[in-house]
């Protein structure tokens, strides 16, 4: 059998190891429990003070607002004329995503073959789910 450590237990060439240990994943409940606890206003009422920390020459605070506001470098931040054109539109990724989701059995039904029925319908389908997200959101 062929070495496939070193001395000093590194992977000598040829021998990549394996995947490593798996991305640790979010837990939904965890999530959930925090939106439960605090509201948009109150989330409103931190990222205020994280502000004014941050203004004040907190570097914590700074620290996480670049994160949010900015991204991780490791990470892909949408662009910042992608959030302008969102906001003008009043446009939410998610919520279209999500929509979308919930929609795809419907618009791929054949009961609306035509291209035009089916954006009409698309857009009725993805208004139906998008009031249903609300709606959960809101209880």
């Known amino acids: 059998m062929a070495v496939r450590r070193d001395t000093q237990g590194r992977f000598t060439v040829g021998h990549p190891g394996g995947p490593g240990r798996p991305k640790r994943q979010t837990e939904a409940g965890y999530l959930s429990t925090m939106m439960s606890v605090v509201d948009l206003d109150q989330w409103r009422r931190i990222c205020e003070k994280a502000r004014d920390d941050a203004l004040a020459g907190d570097e ?11 991204g991780d470098p490791s990470a892909k931040a949408p662009a910042t004329t992608e959030v302008i054109i969102q906001q003008l539109l009043q446009l939410d990724p998610a919520l279209d ?16 073959p035509g291209l035009a029925a089916k954006e009409r319908h698309e857009s009725v389908v993805r208004a139906e789910a998008a009031a249903a997200i609300l709606q959960a959101e809101a209880v």
């Open 60 to 70: 914590k605070a700074r620290s996480w607002l670049a994160r949010y506001l900015v």
């Open 97 to 112: 995503k999500a929509a979308m989701r919930l929609a795809a059995p419907e618009l791929t039904s054949e009961e609306f």
